[in-house]
């Protein structure tokens, strides 16, 4: 009788909300691509971690692994691996997330302001975020999530719709241009599909559909305070107090380190990596 290979059985991993899920080859190497690194790259770290798993492995192990074999090849890759990680924790409020928004909308050459209090037709509305450029407005609401893997469903989107709806039926209406909906987390299907119908511009994990938040980050190299893989928690919470939101606004300012009484040596690689960041080099 001819021996045959028994192929690799299906086995589950659990995800962060404890449900267990197929492990996928493919949705993980999607995943790592997100680094930024060759496809052949992707595909061997793919394969190691494959390699290594089994029933029961959690998908925060699974991220560790990926981000351990990620940043032994590129300090840049790394980050942008960890590019949602970082945005969660800007948490737990949502206000940072707000700032860090404010601070993507003036890297595209608006003008802004968070927390605003704005007249609809019938009450008025706090926005998170106001930009303005030539005359017009944009209004956004920003939702942030401290949970990973919670999607944004219709509910939010008719929600932010029905603001929108009472804003530009407002006495600041006619400066109204665009209502935009932003997110630490994804949208699901139903919500990009009715925000693609009803003009309300989604920005999220995977939205715009081709060219996510995500994307764009990583493209303008508007990294978080919180991407910084050489300062703990208690550095990146006194950073954002001091106003400094993204990586790159730590380009030349040693002298915000050294008020916080950070030793030269560890300024050193802060500024190291903070260079690698804003430089883009790997």
């Known amino acids: 009788m001819r021996n045959h290979k028994k192929p690799r059985r299906h086995f589950n991993i659990i995800k962060a909300s404890g449900r267990p ?73 949502g206000h940072n997330f707000e700032l860090f928004v404010s601070r993507y909308f003036e890297a595209k050459g608006f003008k802004t302001k968070t927390c605003q209090l704005v007249q609809g037709k019938f009450v008025k509305h706090e926005i998170d975020v106001l930009t303005e450029k030539n005359g017009l407005r944009n209004f956004v609401e920003c939702k942030f999530h401290n949970r990973l893997g919670i999607k944004n469903d219709i509910k939010i989107a008719l929600y932010v719709k029905a603001r929108w709806d009472d804003l530009r039926t407002g006495p600041e209406g006619k400066l109204l241009k665009e209502f935009y909906l932003v997110s630490n987390t994804a949208f699901s299907t139903d919500a990009i599909t009715y925000a693609n119908g009803s003009g309300l ?82």
């Open 21 to 93: 899920e197929i492990f996928s080859k493919n949705k993980l190497y999607q995943s790592i691509q997100h680094s930024g690194l060759s496809p052949k790259a992707c595909k061997n770290i793919t394969e190691q971690i494959a390699s290594e798993l089994n029933e029961g492995f959690k998908t925060r192990d699974i991220y560790r692994k990926a981000l351990h074999l990620v940043k032994a090849s590129s300090q840049v890759a790394a980050v942008q691996y960890s590019l949602k990680r970082a945005l969660f924790d800007l948490g737990p409020s």
């Open 201 to 282: 511009k989604l920005l999220g994990i995977n939205a715009p559909t081709g060219r996510s938040f995500l994307d764009e980050i990583k493209e303008m190299k508007l990294y978080p305070i919180t991407s910084l893989r050489c300062i703990n928690k208690s550095l990146k919470n006194s950073l954002i107090d001091k106003k400094i939101i993204l990586a790159r606004d730590l380009c030349g300012r040693k002298d915000v380190l050294s008020q916080l009484g950070i030793n030269d040596s560890i300024i050193r690689d802060i500024m190291s990596e903070v260079n690698i960041l804003c430089e883009g080099n790997r």
